[in-house]
């Protein structure tokens, strides 16, 4: 089985930092993408930002440029550096991870349990 993990939620004042971190572990022949993703109220859970196995970047458009997704050498550890962070950015981060567990094998995806965010004065 494959575990997903987050950590680094909190609560900051607004044009304040947070890191997140998620960090999958288990039975893993590799990781495709990863990603971090949030749910409003009243809304379906929507992409805050993602990164390939390669290293390559996509965000939603109102977080561009205030948060950076990055990911360890390893490839099993993703990050989510959040600046800038406004009182919208409020919610449950979850971490999303499509890993293969076996040579030449299917894709799965696996969530976290998330971690809250709050940004508040």
């Known amino acids: 089985q494959v575990q997903v993990v987050e950590s680094g939620g909190g609560l900051v004042q607004p044009g304040g930092s947070l890191r997140l971190a998620c960090a999958a572990s288990?039975?893993?022949?590799?990781?495709?993408?990863m990603g971090w993703y949030r749910q409003p109220p009243g809304k379906q859970r929507e992409l805050v930002a993602a990164?390939?196995?390669?290293?390559?970047?996509n965000y939603a458009d109102s977080v561009k440029g205030r948060f950076t997704i990055s990911r360890d050498n390893a490839g099993n550890t993703v990050y989510l550096q959040m600046n800038s962070l406004k009182p919208e950015d409020t919610d449950v981060y979850y971490c999303?991870?499509?890993?293969?567990?076996?040579?030449?094998?299917?894709?799965?995806?696996?969530w976290g349990q998330g971690t809250q965010v709050t940004v508040s004065s």
């Open positions: 990164i390939t196995s390669g290293g390559s970047t």
């Open positions: 288990g039975t893993i022949f590799s990781i495709n993408d």
């Open positions: 999303k991870a499509i890993v293969t567990m076996r040579a030449y094998g299917p894709t799965y995806q696996y």
